[in-house]
């Protein structure tokens, strides 16, 4: 089992929708959550960052955490091409960024 | 944010031949910075942590030999391909830790001949 799950994709997302990105992990000490965009040939920009269960909105971005169920979200509002990217998100077991470990990532599409 | 540079950005070199990849942070000092190798289409998978003044440590079925990690300082750390063959083609990315957050360098892109 891969510590750090995510649908590969493609996702195509309407612009102007909700485009929906899940991440499960296996490490349940696990500690802090992050969610990077990656455009290709280019390295990781982090978005988000999450430590606590609930939901975390930063703009356009709302990501979920349930440490019950293993699981980190990230909602993306009113879809831009822009977006249009691979997500990573990432886990450590430490407070911190420290020792990432990443998912596969999720290729998002936005069509125009 | 916080900038992390690295250099060379892409580099092309003949098999058998090392090659010096630089990570610096620009505007912070980071104890700890990591290096990670991308393959296509592939996600990132940590080589080796570096923290400044000691070894690096390595991650499983990475070579401490082939892939030497210097850390001299709070602002810069090294990472040396020695004997490059074409299958260390990759694109390398480095990352410095700081307030809890991991910020990454633009990469750099090897090619092996």
């Known amino acids: 089992q891969k510590e750090v799950e995510q649908n590969s994709g493609p996702l195509s997302v309407p612009e102007g929708a909700i485009a929906s990105l899940n991440c499960t992990y296996s490490?349940?000490?696990?500690?802090?959550f992050f969610w990077y965009r990656q455009y290709s040939g280019k390295s990781p920009e982090l978005i988000m960052s999450i430590y606590s269960n609930g939901d975390k909105e930063d703009g356009r971005f709302t990501a979920q955490l349930n440490k019950a169920s293993q699981y980190v979200s990230l909602l993306i509002r009113d879809s831009q091409p822009s977006d249009s990217a691979t997500y990573l998100c990432?886990?450590?077991?430490?407070?911190?960024?420290?020792?990432?470990?990443f998912g596969q990532g999720t290729r998002l599409t936005i069509n125009p | 944010g916080a900038v992390v540079s690295q250099h060379p950005s892409w580099v092309i070199c003949k098999s058998g031949t090392s090659v010096k990849i630089e990570c610096r942070s620009l505007?912070?000092?980071?104890?700890?910075m990591f290096w990670y190798r991308q393959f296509p289409k592939q996600s990132l998978m940590l080589m080796a942590t570096s923290n400044e003044g000691s070894k690096a440590t390595y991650e499983q079925g990475v070579e401490k030999d082939k892939f030497l990690i210097n850390h001299a300082s709070l602002t810069l750390s090294t990472l040396t391909v020695t004997s490059a063959h074409p299958e260390d083609s990759s694109f390398y990315i480095c990352?410095?830790?700081?307030?809890?957050?991991?910020?990454f360098g633009p990469g750099t892109r090897l090619l092996v001949l």
């Open positions: 490490d349940r000490v696990s500690q802090s």
């Open positions: 990352s410095a830790s700081g307030g809890g957050t991991q910020y």
């Open positions: 505007d912070f000092q980071a104890t700890t």
């Open positions: 990432a886990v450590s077991t430490f407070q911190g960024a420290q020792k990432l470990v």
